[in-house]
């Protein structure tokens, strides 16, 4: 016999136990019994009411059931972990990007602020260059005095490095061979008329002409510093 469920049995069970009682009701005379027989019969299956070849197919039958009900629930359970994993992965992802669109737009709002606080000192840059009194000649403290008081304060000590390597700080400084001039070494030396027309004689007007050129050209002035360490010129 193939694969044979228990409700088949207990149909089949019920099926002999009937015939049995109506055996016993023929030979007792009691129509009574009989219905009792057949009633206990279709109500209650017992696998001693299966014939003894058959009971192994039964529990066969029975734990090939509990395996496929266990397996369809594990294959559910392992269906839920997985969509449960996804979930919680695609939530990490949206978290992360999040953080780095926050991140992102942080550190473009303080580059911008960064370039206006630049533009600003350059703005006040422009305004002090004229601002000192004009004089036949300077020192190099009065120099970096002006320098002092038109370049940023976190910015001076690589503007002055600067200036330390191309001139010493001698606004007059010509070089003999190329003829770069003044505190920055401009090249060619007409480049300072770009911040005044007293740039021969006025060392504010250059260091405007240089700090408007460090900005431009690298940023701030310690940016322009860093590329002077790599490269001796700037």
Same mark, same amino acid.
């Given at each position: 016999?193939?694969?044979i ?9 019920a ?5 049995v009682?109506? #055996?016993?009701?023929?030979?007792s005379?009691?129509?009574?019994? *009989?219905?009792?027989?057949?009633a ?22 029975s734990?090939?059931q509990?395996?496929?009900a266990?397996a369809i629930?594990a294959d559910?359970?392992a ?6 994993a996804?979930r919680k ?17 942080a ?12 533009e600003a000192?350059?703005r006040?840059?422009?305004r002090d260059?004229?601002s000192?009194?004009v004089?036949?000649?300077y ?12 370049v ?5 000590q690589?503007?002055? *490095? ?11 400084? #010509? *070089?003999?061979s ?7 070494q401009?090249?060619p ?7 005044g027309?007293d740039?021969?004689?006025n060392?504010?007007t ?7 050129y ?6 701030s ?12 010129w700037y």
């Open positions: 016999m193939s694969r469920s228990v409700r088949g049995f207990a149909v089949a069970s099926t002999a136990v009937t015939a009682g109506s #055996v016993v009701g023929v030979a005379g009691s129509t009574a019994q *009989n219905n009792d027989v057949e206990t019969a279709a109500g209650t299956t017992l696998l001693a009411d299966i014939p003894a070849g058959q009971q192994a197919q039964v529990q066969t039958a734990l090939t509990q395996a496929d266990q629930a559910a359970s269906k839920k972990e997985a969509e449960e996804a992965a695609a939530a990490e992802t949206a978290i992360a990007k999040k953080e780095a669109a926050e991140k992102e737009k550190a473009k709002e303080a580059a911008e602020r960064e370039r206006e606080k630049q000192a350059s006040d840059a422009s260059a004229s000192f009194a004089q036949g000649s020192t190099i403290a009065q120099i970096q005095a002006m320098a002092r008081q038109m940023p304060g976190g910015q001076f690589c503007f002055s *490095n600067i200036v330390n390597h191309e001139s010493s700080w001698n606004y007059k400084a #010509v *070089n003999p190329s003829g770069a001039y003044g505190l920055f401009a090249l030396a007409g480049k300072y008329a770009s911040a027309a740039w021969q004689t060392p504010a250059q260091i405007k002409w240089g700090l408007n460090m900005n431009e050209r690298y940023g002035p310690c940016d322009a510093w860093s590329f002077w360490q790599a490269n001796h």
